[in-house]
């Protein structure tokens, strides 16, 4: 008899479960032994043992610990908590309770009822309290302590409705927001464990000084002061005070009463007569820059560095404030400017490192406060040149640049200052870039930039120079020839700076004057066209320029340049023939040529990138040259579309240059394509151009011949494409037959092309030849449309209208349903297609 299992192995599992049972019984007996002694024991509970023990379960291969029937029971709730919970509930509704006894019982009792009543509740209220927090009933005593506040204000307006109903209100509620101030104060000094009383101690010192204010009647600057000295107090409380609710209640309030008192002063500092009248307004706001650099010094970082910034705006606008008072209109932003930069002199005076900071931010921003007024008149100088696209060579205008601009009724006299401000600070940025490591070592205990800053300092000095520079003229409002004159030496200073900055590894400050010339090289270009003799002189300036700036920016001593020298060199490159295409543009307009007359000598330029192309060679910039010549030459196209005989002429120049351009191995592909076409379509245009009603007669001895040529070119080729041997022979004959065909009054013309075409599909099909079925396919379809519509109109106006719709419905219904057939013989003639040569 074999054993299933084995002896060794049943032996193995009945150990293992004996193992389990007993492993079982002690897991009882010691729970037997710890519920016996929970039940005699009157101490603390014993914890209960954890079963089994880790070795044994281990051992006996228990898969999890106790299950949770064997755990300890969950304690009660304790009775403290649930107490406290009643507790303030009753509180509440006792509050509700006090407040609507108040409210409408107050009325049925006499003056004496009234006080006893207010008296006794507001002094239960506020005795309470201790005894509850000796008894630990906190929450009780938080909500008795609420009660107790409010109990005092509804006290406060008893005491002025039955003891000084005729006093003024405003001065009243000062005396009493002060004396329920103290107060509470008191009440939370008394019992520090109450949380609320504090913090409503500084909220109701917030209203006194502001209401005794509005009592008075007094004007803006006393309110100034009243706010700022509230603001004083909470900046005191929030420093020295060590509850934080009562801090954080400080800060808000000196954020909004010293804010407010702030901007107040502001305003009667920007609205001063005179130096005189700024002096109060200066003296408050540098009031407030005092309060602030206090409570900067025991903020934390943050609310310090934001204290900086205050502090700085405040003293910049204190004493700019009185000093643009004496100046005129115009000159307020360089004073203001001034001022700000005077605050990067506190970065070594002993404010703390985070206060000292926001100086620094609080400078910043009075800085580009001061660029941004200066952007409107730059705006104007770069946008002002477009005008003249409506007045070319309308002659040199006569109110100087201003005129040319358009901009003769701006208020220039409140923006002459702009060019002044930008160029400060271009010469500050400029400095700070030259001197930067002296700066780094003045500013170092506080300050630590890197020279990400550095690279920043100079890129701005370039972008707000050029600009400084840019709005100069118009501010001086010089004469035209001398705007454009600066107008251009400032695009090649421009372009020089970007090429001496490019070749030292200046990326930032390259790309910035690149954007900078560019802007500039449109602003002048524009600016030119007013007049015929500025037209020559600038494109002309600027074509030698561009030329120039990429010839010098050419490395070819390095193998492999950075990607940035080759972008920029494209750029200049194909601005130089942009440049070229303008001059040929205005040559054609100075002859006194259409449009379409002058469109032979933009060919110039194609011809001329063609040549540098071909010199280039495998250069990064001949590609985008010669695309540029392209772009140029697809111009002179659309320019000729006025004059058929022109068009041709245009596109057959335009075939010469692609089959120029075909001779050099890496472009003979793509150019060699592109002259067949040019060639092909101007023999069209120039058919049609000639009146020529039988194209066939002069398009025959060209396809015969070229078919020929195809045939003998594939017997020594075979691997050659159908499209290169015989598509552009076809293409000369079939194409201008079918435009014939399709204006063809007669019979005879579609039938003899739709065989031809029907022929050369078949041989297409055949031979395996793609050019042949495609050109034959298209053309024969295309005759069979135009031979079958006027039969399918009429069907279609016989029939009821709404057989169009289901019939349309029904191709559809099919056409889905055999969608995936369909692309699958779609794909099939795909790939058939692409098989053939």
Same mark, same amino acid.
């Given at each position: 008899?074999?054993?299933?299992?084995?002896?060794?192995?049943?032996?193995?599992?009945?150990?293992?479960?004996?193992? =389990?049972?007993?492993?079982? /019984?002690?897991?009882?007996?010691?729970?037997?032994?710890?519920?016996?002694?929970?039940?005699?024991?009157?101490?603390? =509970?014993?914890?209960?043992?954890?079963?089994?023990?880790?070795?044994?379960?281990?051992?006996?291969?228990?898969?999890?610990?106790?299950?949770?029937?064997?755990?300890?029971?969950?304690?009660?709730?304790?009775?403290?908590?649930?107490?406290?919970?009643?507790?303030?509930?009753?509180?509440?509704?006792?509050?509700?309770?006090?407040?609507?006894?108040?409210?409408?019982?107050?009325?049925?009792?006499?003056?004496?009822?009234?006080?006893?009543?207010?008296?006794?509740?507001?002094?239960?209220?506020?005795?309470?309290?201790?005894?509850?927090?000796?008894?630990?009933?906190?929450?009780?005593?938080?909500?008795?302590?609420?009660?107790?506040?409010?109990?005092?204000?509804?006290?406060?307006?008893?005491?002025?409705?039955?003891? !000084?109903?005729?006093?003024?209100?405003?001065?009243?509620?000062?005396?009493?927001?002060?004396?329920?101030?103290?107060?509470?104060?008191?009440?939370?000094?008394?019992?520090?464990?109450?949380?609320?009383?504090?913090?409503?101690?500084?909220?109701?010192?917030?209203?006194?000084?502001?209401?005794?204010?509005?009592?008075?009647?007094?004007?803006?600057?006393?309110?100034? $002061?009243?706010?700022?000295?509230?603001?004083?107090?909470? &900046?005191?409380?929030?420093?020295?005070?060590?509850?934080?609710?009562?801090?954080?209640?400080?800060?808000?309030?000196?954020?909004?009463?010293?804010?407010?008192?702030?901007?107040?002063?502001?305003?009667?500092?920007?609205?001063?007569?005179?130096?005189?009248?700024? $002096?109060?307004?200066?003296?408050?706001?540098?009031?407030?820059?005092?309060?602030?650099?206090?409570?900067?010094?025991?903020?934390?970082?943050?609310?310090?560095?934001?204290?900086?910034?205050?502090?700085?705006?405040?003293?910049?606008?204190?004493?700019?404030?009185?000093?643009?008072?004496?100046?005129?209109?115009?000159?307020?932003?360089?004073?203001?400017?001034? &001022?700000?930069?005077?605050?990067?002199?506190?970065? /070594?005076?002993?404010?703390?490192?985070?206060? !000292?900071?926001?100086?620094?931010?609080?400078?910043?921003?009075?800085?580009?406060?001061? !660029?941004?007024?200066?952007?409107?008149?730059?705006?104007?100088?770069?946008?002002?040149?477009?005008?003249?696209?409506?007045?070319?060579?309308?002659?040199?205008?006569?109110?100087?640049?201003?005129?040319?601009?358009?901009?003769?009724?701006?208020?220039?006299?409140?923006?002459?200052?702009?060019?002044? $401000?930008?160029?400060?600070?271009?010469?500050?940025?400029?400095?700070?870039?030259?001197?930067?490591?002296?700066?780094?070592?003045?500013?170092?205990?506080?300050?630590?930039?890197?020279?990400?800053?550095?690279?920043?300092?100079?890129?701005?000095?370039?972008?707000?120079?050029?600009?400084?520079?840019?709005?100069?003229?118009?501010?001086?409002?010089?004469?035209?020839?001398?705007?454009?004159?600066?107008?251009?030496? %400032? $695009?090649?200073?421009?372009?020089?700076?970007?090429?001496?900055?490019?070749?030292?590894?200046?990326?930032?400050?390259?790309?910035?004057?690149?954007?900078?010339?560019?802007?500039?090289?449109?602003?002048?270009?524009?600016?030119?066209?007013?007049?015929?003799?500025?037209?020559?002189?600038?494109?002309?300036?600027?074509?030698?320029?561009?030329?120039?700036?990429?010839?010098?920016?050419?490395?070819?001593?390095?193998?492999? /340049?950075?990607?940035?020298?080759?972008?920029?060199?494209?750029?200049?490159?194909?601005?130089?023939?942009? &440049?070229?295409?303008?001059?040929?543009?205005?040559?054609?307009?100075?002859?006194?040529?259409?449009?379409?007359?002058?469109?032979?000598?933009?060919?110039?330029?194609?011809?001329?990138?063609?040549? %540098?192309?071909?010199?280039?060679?495998?250069?990064?910039?001949?590609?985008?040259?010669?695309?540029?010549?392209?772009?140029?030459?697809?111009?002179?196209?659309?320019?000729?579309?006025?004059?058929?005989?022109?068009?041709?002429?245009?596109?057959?120049?335009?075939?010469?240059?692609?089959?120029?351009?075909?001779?050099?191995?890496?472009?003979?592909?793509?150019?060699?394509?592109?002259?067949?076409?040019?060639?092909?379509?101007?023999?069209?245009?120039?058919?049609?151009?000639?009146?020529?009603?039988?194209?066939?007669?002069?398009?025959?001895?060209?396809?015969?011949?070229?078919?020929?040529?195809?045939?003998?070119?594939?017997?020594?080729?075979?691997?050659?494409?159908?499209?290169?041997?015989?598509?552009?022979?076809?293409?000369?004959?079939?194409?201008?037959?079918?435009?014939?065909?399709?204006?063809?009054?007669?019979?005879?013309?579609?039938?003899?092309?739709?065989?031809?075409?029907?022929?050369?599909?078949?041989?297409?099909?055949?031979?395996?030849?793609?050019?042949?079925?495609?050109?034959?396919?298209?053309?024969?379809?295309?005759?069979?449309?135009?031979?079958?519509?006027?039969?399918?109109?009429?069907?279609?106006?016989?029939?009821? /209208?709404?057989?169009?719709?289901?019939?349309?419905?029904?191709?559809?219904?099919?056409?889905?349903?055999?969608?995936?057939?369909?692309?699958?013989?779609?794909?099939?003639?795909?790939?058939?297609?692409?098989?053939?040569?």
């Amino acid at each position: 008899m074999e054993h299933v299992p084995p002896p060794a192995e049943e032996l193995v599992i009945l150990d293992r479960e004996l193992a =389990r049972l007993d492993l079982r /019984r002690s897991q009882l007996l010691t729970r037997r032994t710890w519920l016996l002694s929970v039940l005699q024991a009157p101490g603390p =509970r014993p914890a209960a043992p954890q079963f089994p023990p880790p070795a044994a379960r281990a051992w006996a291969g228990a898969p999890a610990p106790l299950a949770p029937p064997f755990a300890p029971p969950s304690p009660p709730v304790r009775t403290r908590s649930a107490q406290n919970v009643l507790l303030t509930l009753g509180g509440l509704l006792l509050t509700i309770a006090a407040i609507a006894f108040t409210l409408v019982s107050w009325g049925q009792m006499g003056i004496g009822g009234r006080s006893a009543v207010l008296t006794a509740v507001t002094a239960a209220a506020l005795a309470a309290p201790a005894v509850l927090l000796r008894r630990g009933l906190s929450a009780t005593a938080e909500a008795l302590g609420a009660l107790a506040s409010v109990l005092m204000v509804l006290d406060a307006v008893a005491l002025y409705l039955v003891a !000084v109903p005729d006093t003024g209100g405003l001065g009243y509620a000062a005396a009493a927001s002060a004396v329920l101030a103290v107060l509470w104060a008191a009440y939370g000094l008394l019992l520090d464990r109450l949380r609320l009383p504090l913090p409503l101690a500084v909220v109701s010192a917030q209203l006194p000084l502001v209401l005794w204010a509005w009592a008075a009647e007094a004007d803006a600057l006393m309110f100034s $002061v009243a706010l700022l000295a509230t603001a004083a107090v909470d &900046c005191a409380i929030a420093v020295w005070f060590k509850g934080v609710a009562v801090r954080v209640t400080a800060c808000a309030g000196l954020c909004v009463t010293g804010g407010t008192g702030l901007l107040v002063a502001l305003v009667k500092s920007l609205s001063a007569g005179g130096p005189a009248g700024a $002096v109060v307004p200066g003296v408050l706001l540098l009031m407030g820059a005092v309060i602030a650099l206090a409570g900067a010094r025991r903020a934390p970082a943050a609310l310090a560095v934001a204290a900086g910034v205050v502090a700085g705006l405040a003293g910049v606008a204190a004493v700019g404030g009185v000093l643009t008072a004496a100046v005129s209109d115009g000159w307020a932003v360089p004073v203001y400017l001034v &001022c700000g930069g005077l605050l990067l002199l506190g970065v /070594r005076a002993p404010l703390g490192s985070p206060a !000292v900071r926001g100086l620094v931010w609080a400078a910043g921003s009075v800085t580009a406060a001061a !660029v941004l007024f200066s952007a409107a008149p730059v705006a104007v100088a770069m946008v002002g040149p477009v005008a003249q696209l409506g007045r070319l060579w309308s002659g040199t205008p006569g109110a100087g640049v201003r005129g040319a601009l358009g901009a003769t009724d701006l208020p220039w006299q409140e923006m002459t200052a702009a060019p002044v $401000v930008l160029l400060m600070v271009a010469a500050a940025l400029g400095s700070a870039y030259r001197s930067w490591e002296g700066l780094v070592r003045w500013a170092e205990p506080v300050l630590s930039p890197g020279p990400v800053w550095r690279t920043a300092a100079a890129t701005s000095a370039v972008l707000v120079g050029w600009a400084g520079l840019t709005v100069l003229p118009p501010a001086l409002n010089v004469s035209y020839t001398a705007a454009v004159s600066l107008q251009w030496m %400032l $695009v090649a200073v421009a372009v020089t700076v970007a090429s001496g900055a490019l070749r030292r590894g200046m990326t930032g400050v390259a790309v910035s004057a690149w954007v900078c010339a560019s802007a500039g090289a449109v602003d002048v270009a524009l600016l030119s066209l007013s007049s015929e003799p500025a037209t020559y002189a600038v494109f002309g300036a600027l074509l030698l320029l561009f030329a120039g700036a990429a010839t010098a920016v050419d490395t070819p001593g390095e193998p492999s /340049r950075p990607a940035v020298f080759v972008t920029v060199q494209a750029v200049l490159a194909c601005a130089a023939m942009v &440049c070229a295409a303008v001059l040929a543009v205005a040559f054609g307009a100075s002859m006194g040529l259409e449009a379409y007359e002058a469109a032979p000598v933009l060919l110039v330029v194609p011809a001329l990138t063609a040549g %540098l192309g071909a010199r280039l060679k495998g250069h990064p910039v001949a590609l985008p040259l010669e695309l540029t010549g392209a772009a140029v030459g697809l111009a002179a196209v659309v320019a000729a579309l006025g004059d058929p005989a022109f068009l041709a002429l245009v596109l057959a120049l335009g075939g010469v240059l692609a089959a120029g351009t075909a001779l050099r191995p890496e472009r003979r592909e793509v150019a060699g394509y592109l002259a067949t076409g040019l060639f092909v379509l101007a023999s069209w245009v120039r058919l049609s151009a000639t009146g020529v009603s039988s194209p066939e007669a002069y398009t025959l001895p060209v396809t015969v011949p070229a078919l020929v040529i195809g045939v003998l070119r594939r017997r020594r080729d075979p691997a050659a494409s159908s499209w290169t041997a015989y598509g552009a022979g076809l293409a000369v004959t079939l194409v201008p037959a079918l435009f014939a065909a399709w204006v063809d009054p007669h019979w005879l013309r579609p039938l003899l092309l739709g065989v031809a075409a029907l022929v050369i599909t078949l041989l297409g099909a055949r031979l395996r030849l793609q050019a042949l079925l495609v050109l034959g396919g298209a053309v024969l379809a295309l005759d069979a449309v135009h031979e079958l519509a006027p039969y399918v109109v009429q069907v279609v106006g016989a029939m009821p /209208r709404w057989v169009a719709p289901a019939l349309a419905g029904v191709l559809l219904l099919a056409v889905g349903a055999t969608y995936e057939k369909r692309l699958r013989d779609a794909r099939r003639l795909r790939d058939a297609l692409g098989r053939m040569r």
